[in-house]
């Protein structure tokens, strides 16, 4: 059984650009979320989706989206960077959207905006 | 404004010894409270949880407390062994229906052989 993985694991851009992270849920899974976590910071949640919806977001402005496919996977978009978006992203499957269901975390992508 | 706050970022313990990891949240509507383990250049691990319905529950060396009437909970780790050292985070969910967890800063926990 894989696990949860993320690519890539690290990845620096400049302010302004654009940048897309992605995440392979776990098999059997159908719930991905997305946590920002910022240096010295605990993961701070920036939303989920589940069976291709967005299902609940945090306090994050709309240059943050994603995308979840067909097999699970999913995607996270953030447009014109700042450099207070660098921090380690950091995805989560699960088997369901409710906080009883574990979710299983990724080891992250660090990204750093110049 | 934290929601949930973990206010030691750092505890020292001796192997064999109890660990005790402190967190308190603000928001009374919280029902369902999770603590994950992170080790260097890895995601967080769920370690144990706790429904607002328990005020204990314990999984081999790891118990968590709750006291909601504080809105404090409490990780206790016997014995400790040097491979628990990691970070610790409290997280808290509103409403186990809702997916999102809103964690503290995390403990960073160092078990001394």
């Known amino acids: 059984e894989t696990g949860v993985t993320q690519s890539p694991t690290h990845l620096i851009k400049t302010r302004g650009q654009q940048v897309t992270l992605r995440c392979s849920s776990q098999?059997?899974?159908?719930?991905v979320s997305w946590y920002q976590q910022a240096l010295g910071q605990g993961p701070q949640f920036i939303f989920q989706?589940?069976?291709?919806?967005?299902?609940g977001r945090g306090n994050f402005p709309p240059r943050f989206s994603g995308l979840q496919f067909p097999n699970y996977s999913s995607e996270l978009n953030v447009n014109a960077l700042e450099l207070d978006d660098s921090a380690l992203y950091l995805c989560?499957?699960?088997?369901?959207?409710?906080?009883?269901?574990?979710?299983?975390f990724g080891p992250g992508t660090r990204l750093t905006v110049t | 404004d934290q929601q949930v706050k973990q206010n030691s970022p750092s505890l020292s313990v001796q192997e064999g010894r109890i660990s005790i990891l402190n967190c308190d949240y603000t928001?009374?509507?919280?029902?369902?409270f999770l603590w994950y383990k992170k080790y260097p250049a890895e995601g967080p691990t769920f370690l144990i949880s706790i429904s607002s319905i328990k005020d204990k529950n314990e999984d081999g060396r790891f118990t968590v407390f709750l006291n909601k009437s504080a809105k404090h909970l409490s990780l206790h780790i016997v014995p400790s062994q040097p491979g628990d050292s990691a970070v610790y985070f409290c997280a808290a969910s509103k409403g186990g229906s809702q997916g999102n967890l809103i964690f503290g800063k995390g403990t960073k926990l160092s078990v001394k052989p």
């Open positions: 098999s059997g899974h159908n719930t």
């Open positions: 989706y589940y069976r291709e919806e967005e299902n």
């Open positions: 928001n009374s509507m919280f029902d369902y």
């Open positions: 989560a499957s699960s088997a369901g959207t409710g906080a009883f269901y574990e979710q299983y």
